[in-house]
């Protein structure tokens, strides 16, 4: 059984992109490098919610009616949902923000910095109080929060892997694994973490063409997964029930294992072999992927379900073009 790719969508412009879906599973946000926030439904006949906010976007994330997205003035927009209207800021920063991670059981919200360091904010608080981890030697390149809000997990330029305890704010652990870079901007592997959904006793980390599985009662080494894909891991993700762990390369493939056994049940690839800038489960769906990849051309997004029948859009009539987006919707009255 394999995965089949979706036709491709077309949703932002050349740079970085990256999705999450909305809690119920019923849509999916994208953000891009041309400062454009989408709202799409699951469904493909619907067009989408479209917001310009900023120069470009880096990261977002979807909380509760929220929509957190890290933009080019070095804040964290609110939208609101479905709507997708501004609703304020959350925070203002001295850099960007690369990254942005929610508490699965908690209203905390881990924000990836550029100037070396991990912000953690209470949502819950009205003083928005912000603890700063830091020690990094290099850009933030991702972030993650295990479900029971006990620890966080963030990747660094610095090539280390660091993992800190939320309450104290004590260091636990630093693994050297990640290549060396300067800026989220020139990085191809973003270092995308993330930790067992259930428990958080385990955390999962890409390490060159394998993905190494830890312990995080001692950090011994759980596991590591592998198959014959050659090109480095740059993103791994438990699905929501934890039973599956997802990664993808800089190379564009895609392979899925099952957490229990740890064999390869899944492996598929981007048709143009290009990088994948974010990948995320449905959460009410648990072989439900949704990615977006990175290329010199308009991005697409490619959605994939592991068991849909064969694709018989070969000729990709279903694509959506952005130039006739953005057309569609700066001519709306509704916005």
């Given at each position: 059984m394999s995965m089949v790719h979706e036709p491709l969508r077309y949703a932002h412009d050349e740079g970085h992109t990256d999705v999450c879906y909305t809690e119920d599973g019923s849509k999916f946000i994208t953000c891009g490098a041309d400062g454009d926030i989408r709202i799409w439904?699951?469904?493909?006949?619907?067009?989408?919610?479209?917001?310009?906010?900023?120069?470009?976007?880096?990261?977002?994330?979807?909380?509760?009616?929220?929509?957190?997205?890290?933009?080019?003035?070095?804040?964290?927009?609110?939208?609101?949902?479905?709507?997708?209207?501004?609703?304020?800021?959350?925070?203002?920063?001295?850099?960007?923000?690369?990254?942005?991670?929610?508490?699965?059981?908690?209203?905390?919200?881990?924000?990836?910095?550029?100037?070396?360091?991990?912000?953690?904010?209470?949502?819950?608080?009205?003083?928005?109080?912000?603890?700063?981890?830091?020690?990094?030697?290099?850009?933030?390149?991702?972030?993650?929060?295990?479900?029971?809000?006990?620890?966080?997990?963030?990747?660094?330029?610095?090539?280390?892997?660091?993992?800190?305890?939320?309450?104290?704010?004590?260091?636990?652990?630093e693994i050297a694994c990640f290549p060396k870079v300067n800026s989220f901007a020139n990085a191809k592997i973003l270092g995308r973490i993330d930790f067992d959904p259930i428990k958080g006793i385990h955390l999962a980390y890409p390490d060159k063409s394998n993905i190494v599985i830890l312990n995080t009662d001692d950090w011994s080494q759980h596991a590591t997964l592998n198959c014959d894909v050659t090109a480095m891991y740059s993103i791994v993700q438990y699905s929501p029930c934890g039973n599956y762990i997802a990664a993808t390369s800089e190379e564009g493939d895609f392979v899925v294992w099952d957490a229990s056994s740890q064999m390869v049940i899944n492996r598929s690839k981007h048709p143009k072999s290009v990088s994948i800038g974010g990948l995320m489960w449905n959460p009410k769906e648990s072989m439900d992927q949704h990615s977006v990849n990175e290329e010199n051309n308009d991005n697409e997004d490619v959605f994939e379900n592991i068991n849909f029948e064969d694709d018989d859009d070969e000729d990709n009539e279903n694509a959506i073009s952005v130039e006739k987006l953005k057309r569609q919707h700066m001519e709306s009255p509704s916005l």
């Open positions: 439904s699951s469904e493909e006949n619907e067009d989408p919610i479209h917001n310009c906010i900023g120069e470009w976007a880096l990261s977002v994330r979807q909380r509760g009616n929220n929509v957190y997205v890290a933009t080019s003035s070095n804040d964290i927009q609110i939208l609101t949902l479905p709507d997708g209207d501004r609703d304020g800021v959350l925070d203002r920063f001295v850099a960007p923000i690369n990254h942005i991670a929610v508490g699965k059981n908690s209203n905390l919200i881990a924000l990836a910095g550029e100037d070396m360091e991990v912000k953690l904010i209470n949502l819950e608080r009205m003083n928005k109080e912000i603890k700063v981890l830091s020690g990094l030697s290099g850009p933030c390149l991702s972030v993650a929060i295990c479900p029971n809000s006990k620890m966080i997990a963030a990747s660094s330029g610095d090539s280390k892997l660091r993992i800190w305890d939320i309450e104290s704010t004590n260091l636990l652990k």
